[in-house]
């Protein structure tokens, strides 16, 4: 196996012997570190077969992997919280939470998402040569390209529209960064336009953690006296936000 899909296959092999060590630093509790690169991992995962749209049988493992993510992703927010905590010195009310996040670690690690993952990502090199064989992965590198081209056009509305949801443009600039550095040969992203896009990921980032927060606060008594700081950093996030989402649209559209 040769070419563009060999590639392909190399990466999605890499990945998988990555989230089994990311899977025994878990079990093993080495560090504080082995969620967090769970969620890399699935993330750059995810970014390789969303562009496949079912092709080389990425259905099924893309299917297992957003399971596994929608799983972990609660976690990987009081994981934040925590940090946070910890930075502004509340370590009672951080550790209070170590007992949820230690029984969240247990929860995955039981769940029946992360052996469903790991069985697919076995079953998957066989569907791969079989389609290539078959000569349906003959136009694969098109469709990966059309798909990158789709999304950069999806994000560049979302960024025009002044009725745009934050949290919707936020989750479209993930997708157009994580493809294009997915696909870093078929991207039609310069380097400067990829550094503005983790920079806009990154202070959207802020301002949903915030909003994570605030909601949190909300029914969690030792928390709700950080309601007032977080309500002002909120606002000067979602300043940020907007200074950044104006940057990208102009660095995105096409030169007239």
């Given at each position: 196996m040769s070419g563009f899909?060999?590639?392909?296959r190399s990466e999605v092999l890499r990945l998988q012997v990555a989230l089994y060590a990311c899977r025994e630093r878990l079990q093993a509790q080495?560090?504080?570190?082995?969620?967090?690169?769970?969620?890399?991992?699935?993330r750059r995962l995810r970014s390789l077969l969303k562009p496949l749209k079912g092709a080389a049988g990425s259905d099924a493992l893309q299917k297992r992997a957003a399971e596994l993510g929608r799983l972990t992703g609660p976690l990987r927010d009081l994981e934040v919280l925590i940090e946070t905590l910890h930075a502004h010195g509340?370590?009672?009310?951080?550790?209070?939470?170590?007992v949820q996040r230690r029984k969240g670690d247990a929860m995955v690690l039981a769940s029946r998402a992360l052996p469903a993952l790991f069985h697919a990502l076995d079953e998957w090199p066989q569907e791969l040569a079989a389609q290539q064989a078959s000569g349906e992965l003959d136009d694969l590198q098109k469709s990966v390209k059309r798909?990158?081209?789709?999304?950069?056009s999806k994000l560049?509305?979302?960024l025009g529209d002044a009725e745009h949801d934050r949290h919707r443009v936020r989750l479209r600039i993930k997708r157009v960064r994580y493809t294009a550095e997915a696909y870093p040969q078929l991207s039609p992203l310069s380097a400067?336009?990829?550094?503005?896009?983790k920079k806009g990921q990154a202070v959207l980032g802020d301002w949903h953690d915030h909003s994570q927060w605030l909601a949190t606060a909300e029914h969690e008594p030792d928390l709700k006296g950080f309601i007032p700081a977080w309500r002002a950093s909120m606002e000067a996030a979602e300043r940020s936000a907007q200074a950044i989402q104006s940057r990208l649209l102009a660095a995105l559209e096409p030169q007239q």
């Open positions: 899909v060999g590639k392909l080495t560090d504080g570190e082995a969620l967090h690169d769970l969620r890399v991992c699935l509340e370590h009672a009310a951080a550790d209070r939470r170590m798909y990158l081209r789709k999304q950069r560049i509305a979302a400067a336009q990829l550094k503005l896009l």
